[in-house]
């Protein structure tokens, strides 16, 4: 029998500006779609620099993902699209404060542009539930 695909966008989270939901899941499987840094409780970005957008973007997945069981450990891989690869290393800096130890494989695409202005950066992820029968085989 086919898993069915349950959508959401949570509260506390920033509100889509298109047709979507953030989050997808089937089964275990989680996807996030594009986040930009955008405060929730504000409606603005979460700063004019990359760390604090990336920050937020970061803080924003936390929420997301533990409304449909899972968590930033559970994540394992995530698009980055950088405006400018010249914020590479200060959005590392901020990825690493938010993800702490947890390594999941990552892409940094460079972009020539994102949809509304002072967007530095969006990201996306794939995580996968924190069920116990959620573990990938070896």
Do not use: C, W
């Not at 892409?107 to 959620?134: C, R, S």
């Amino acid at each position: 029998m086919a898993k069915r695909v349950e959508t959401s966008t949570p509260a506390n989270t920033p509100a889509p500006i298109g047709p979507y939901s953030h989050i997808a899941k089937v089964g275990q499987f989680i996807t996030i779609g594009g986040t930009a840094g955008f405060n929730p409780a504000t409606g603005q970005l979460a700063g004019p620099d990359v760390a604090a957008q990336a920050k937020q973007i970061l803080a924003s997945f936390d929420v997301m993902l533990r409304s449909v069981g899972s968590s930033l450990d559970h994540v394992i891989h995530v698009n980055v699209f950088l405006r400018n690869m010249k914020d590479f290393e200060e959005m590392n800096r901020a990825y690493v404060d938010m993800m702490g130890d947890h390594r999941p494989a990552r892409t940094v695409i460079g972009v020539a542009d994102l949809p509304k202005p002072g967007i530095l950066l969006t990201m996306n992820l794939t995580a996968v539930t924190t069920e116990q029968d959620a573990v990938i085989p070896q």
